[in-house]
């Protein structure tokens, strides 16, 4: 079985105009997103306490409100999760209250509302903590970006290094702006994919940029559209294949993980998707606008072939 | 040409075997247990106590699938976290009866299943996290500031001392912020007080300032010497938190250093956070001062105290003045056990003191015969004297506080002494709890997508690429016994993240082979011979791989780096996973492949897939 038997090279590079378009415009949908809406950060960031709580029956959330209300949390934030008979309770952080002890004043009020109400999960951020996490949150982001930088311009020189890092870095922020326009939570594994789907997307660029060079070393000659035409075209099967892959393996977690992996999966299905698009259709515009030419891949060649003989 | 030397097939071979012997421990999974130790140094369990439990859980009809006697402990197992949680409450019941002091501790815990010959060599399942395992993670913030206040009062009672004994005349001594600032009419006094305290007080940096007879030295704290008493505040702080964890009954628990400043407690199969926040938060320090005999014992809680003196209540809410001058602080205490005056019959504790304690209150202790000393319990807000006592003899190293009303006084009082030596008080910037119940749909929910995503692949692949594709589902499936292996090898802890990070292994490995079966084709239709298309095959599409695992990698460590609790596991588990997926996809794929095809002379075709079709306007 064979899916892509491509005969001619399909003109990527033509298309140039358009691909960069359509990243854009959804590039500043994204920004316009998070800039409006902003993200929907789960309490590792902002602090707080969520409290998942089991009932034995459906669960009356009326009920729950006003018994928090009695305990002064008015501005308690009270949920279905999952099923009926889950509750997902959040709580703001407040000053004047130690937040450890909240959780367990909320539960011994639960119990004597409704003896079935067991506790299942219970999860107190206190705010110095979530603001660190914010900042540390950031510095990965750009430590990764910085790092994948640094290793292209070894393997490749600073244009396709450059021209990757930001179709990369635009996959990130299609991410979030995802998660901002359905406010989806933003939680800390969100974020542990979104970083781990930057290194992923990568991959695609690596293997196009590897065979441009490749290319530009056999078709002598050929226009720099044309080599880069031709190894998308060429790696554009295992492209697919290989994200097929993955997303057969996020799938699964999307759908059989439980609420705890939803939005890790989400976030992966979303960056696996647009790293496809981005990795391959707007690293190589960018780069050939960069003014990528065979100089960028030749002098690391030479080096590459020295290499290959002595081993 | 598609041979591997023997040496590569047996480092193959080895590697796999070794893979399965680590992973094996994993699939016997955990059972639920309640583990009953005596309390105290001395006792050991023997199978009286081991009688003692069977009976009482037969009587209870608590069904257990069987106990055994431990090193430490008597431990039962049972088939379910109800029946556990029962039978805690019951042992914990029958064998601690109300209003004696406890002898024995009752802890939950999971106990693995795998077989005692793979623990002997060193093969034992991975820890499970607490959002698996269900428990509590409490992550502390030490107070540095009060850590740091704390010494610098004691070094202006040292530097009063001290220049007093060297008969150095001063004007006052004082704090200003950090500072201990000493103050002199002349210039004679100052000198010789600086060379005194430049020498005794080396983590001080003192400076010359004033004119006239308004004359002072200052003295700052150097950064190194705070460094160490952060550093010191925070293993005192654990060490308490170790004690007061153990009198909590919880086993395992994991108590580290995270940050500068900070402390995670990690208690698995805890489920009364309550109790556990209470004693582990009872962010008390102790210490010892005399109690003010001089002056008439006050009448109510709000007299004003006389000047050095303050006001402190006793439990029973008798008011008692003391003097603010700390004679020892409680790190000093290395042991305190209850137990019963051989005299008198009555319950007493029994002090052990560190070196430095002794050889102060051997001294204060034969100062002050007849006079009564306090013990005093700091919590944040408030101050209590948990004992107050008349000092009967010199005190030495070991000592004992007598006239305590009942047992159950005297054990309160030996806990607080043990566990109650905090150097710096803390506070609960985090919580996590997991119950149980949800711990174990996160460990069926995690393996069964896994395994589901797992399959999907394999179907597609064996469809798609044909032999190939099958020998890079075994290659995948190796991938995923390395890195368990290797994991359980580490005694790394599985939390959630950690199996999504599996997943997700296994889920970008197999772009190994994908790359791999890719360039064969190609090669194949380049017109190459299939023998030299595997060559090349494998021989290309490794420096691509190479390049697009470094990338993911690079992403890894930064998530270790910057990463907290859960997502460092995701972080441990991604990095591992591209180290053994390199291993499985080329090198094991190609020994079957090897295999399969190396020892034919002549091979008519791979089993690839269809291949029979050639490309147009490359530039070749």
Not at chain 2, 337 to 361: L, T
Not at chain 2, 545 to 573: C, E, M, Q, W, Y
């Amino acid at each position: 079985m064979e899916f892509f038997r491509i005969r001619k090279d399909i003109p990527f590079m033509s298309w140039g105009r358009y691909t960069t378009a359509i990243s854009l415009v959804t590039f500043v949908l994204a920004v316009f997103f998070l800039v409006t809406r902003g993200l929907n950060l789960s309490v590792d960031f902002t602090g707080g306490t969520v409290m998942e709580v089991s009932y034995g029956n459906a669960a009356d959330l009326q009920k729950v409100r006003a018994a928090l209300g009695e305990l002064g949390f008015a501005e308690a934030n009270v949920t279905n999760f999952g099923t009926s008979r889950d509750v997902l309770i959040r709580l703001p952080v407040r000053k004047d209250l130690a937040g450890a002890r909240l959780s367990d004043q909320v539960m011994a009020k639960l119990g004597t509302v409704d003896p079935t109400a067991t506790k299942r999960r219970v999860e107190f951020v206190g705010p110095q903590v979530g603001d660190e996490l914010v900042t540390d949150g950031l510095l990965a982001l750009l430590v990764v970006s910085l790092g994948i930088v640094a290793y292209l311009s070894i393997r490749f020189k600073w244009r396709p290094a450059v021209a990757t890092i930001l179709a990369n870095l635009h996959d990130v922020v299609i991410i979030l702006g995802f998660f901002a326009l359905f406010q989806w939570e933003f939680s800390l594994p969100v974020l542990a994919a979104v970083l781990a789907i930057l290194g992923y997307s990568v991959n695609e660029s690596v293997v196009v940029f590897d065979r441009v060079r490749e290319n530009f070393r056999k078709m002598r000659g050929a226009a720099v559209t044309r080599v880069i035409d031709n190894a998308i075209t060429r790696t554009m099967s295992r492209t697919i294949i290989t994200h097929g892959c993955t997303q057969l393996m996020v799938t699964s977690m999307l759908f059989f993980g439980g609420e705890a992996l939803h939005y890790f999966a989400l976030a992966l299905t979303i960056g696996i998707i647009f790293g496809i698009y981005s990795s391959v259709l707007v690293a190589c515009p960018i780069a050939m606008w960069l003014g990528m030419n065979r100089d960028d891949f030749v002098h690391v060649e030479k080096k590459q072939e020295v290499v290959e003989e002595g081993a | 040409m598609n041979r591997f030397p023997l040496w590569k097939n047996a480092i193959i071979a080895i590697a796999l075997l070794l893979g399965l012997l680590y992973t094996l421990p994993n699939f016997f999974g955990h059972s639920y247990a309640v583990q009953v130790s005596p309390l105290g140094a001395s006792a050991k369990p023997d199978q009286a106590l081991r009688g003692q439990v069977a009976a009482a859980l037969l009587a209870a009809q608590v069904p257990a699938l069987g106990t055994s006697l431990e090193v430490d402990s008597v431990r039962v197992r049972f088939a379910s976290p109800d029946d556990q949680l029962k039978a805690r409450d019951l042992l914990d019941r029958t064998l601690n009866p109300e209003g004696r002091a406890p002898g024995y501790v009752v802890a939950l815990n999971l106990v693995a299943n795998a077989p005692a010959w793979l623990g002997a060599v060193g093969a034992e399942p991975m820890y499970l996290g607490l959002d698996l395992a269900g428990g509590v993670h409490f992550l502390l913030q030490v107070d540095m500031k009060a850590a740091l206040n704390k010494r610098v009062d004691g070094t202006l009672t040292e530097v009063r001392s001290q220049l007093r004994d060297a008969r150095v005349f001063y004007s006052g001594v004082s704090r200003d912020g950090n500072k201990v600032v000493v103050r002199f009419h002349d210039g004679e006094q100052r000198d010789a007080a600086r060379k005194l305290l430049d020498r005794n007080f080396a983590d001080f940096a003192f400076t010359d300032q004033g004119s006239g007879e308004d004359l002072a030295i200052t003295g700052s704290l150097r950064p190194e010497a705070y460094k160490g008493i952060q550093d010191a505040a925070l293993k005192q702080n654990i060490l308490a938190l170790r004690n007061r964890v153990n009198e909590l009954g919880a086993k395992e628990p994991i108590i580290q250093q995270q940050g500068e400043d900070r402390i995670v407690v990690e208690l698995p199969g805890v489920q009364d956070t309550a109790k556990a926040k209470d004693i582990i938060g009872r962010t008390a320090s102790l210490e010892i001062r005399l109690a003010d005999d001089e002056h008439p014992a006050p009448t109510s809680a709000s007299e004003p105290p006389p000047f050095g003196d303050e006001l402190v209540t006793e439990r029973n809410g008798i008011p008692v003045f003391v003097k603010k001058q700390v004679v020892l602080t409680g790190e000093v205490i290395t042991d305190a056990a209850a137990g019963f005056d051989s005299q008198s019959g009555r319950p007493n504790v029994n002090i052990s003191m560190d070196a430095k304690g002794a050889r102060v209150i051997k001294q204060v202790s034969r100062e002050n015969l007849k006079k009564r000393m306090a013990i005093l319990l700091i919590e944040k807000t408030k101050t209590e004297a948990i004992s107050v006592a008349t000092i009967q003899d010199e005190l030495g190293a070991r000592f004992q506080i007598t006239g305590l009303a009942s047992p159950v006084e005297a054990n309160d009082l030996a806990l607080l002494l043990r566990a109650g030596a905090l150097a710096a008080p803390m506070e609960f910037i985090e919580e996590r709890t997991v119950g149980p119940s949800l711990g174990a749909e996160n460990i069926s929910r995690g393996f069964h997508s896994t395994w589901i995503g797992f399959t999907a692949i394999s179907v597609f692949m064996a469809v798609y690429y044909m032999l190939f594709g099958f020998i890079s589902v075994v290659a995948l499936a190796t991938n995923v016994l390395f890195l368990v292996g290797l994991l359980s090898l580490l005694q790394a802890t599985l939390t959630l993240p950690g199996m999504a990070g599996i997943a997700l292994t296994v889920g970008m490995a197999i772009d190994a082979n994908v790359l791999i079966n890719e360039r064969i084709r190609e090669e194949i239709r380049g017109g190459n011979s299939p023998g030299a298309s595997i060559h090349a095959g494998y021989d290309r599409a490794f420096a691509t791989i190479l390049d697009s695992n470094v990338t993911t990698a690079i992403a890894g460590i930064a998530l270790f780096a910057f990463g907290s609790g859960p997502i460092k596991g995701f972080a441990v588990v991604l990095v591992l996973g591209i180290a053994t997926s390199m291993f499985s996809s080329v090198l094991v794929s190609r020994a079957l492949v090897n295999l399969i095809y190396g020892s034919r002379r002549k091979i008519a075709k791979l089993s690839i897939g269809n291949t029979n079709w050639r490309e147009e306007g490359v530039g070749l």
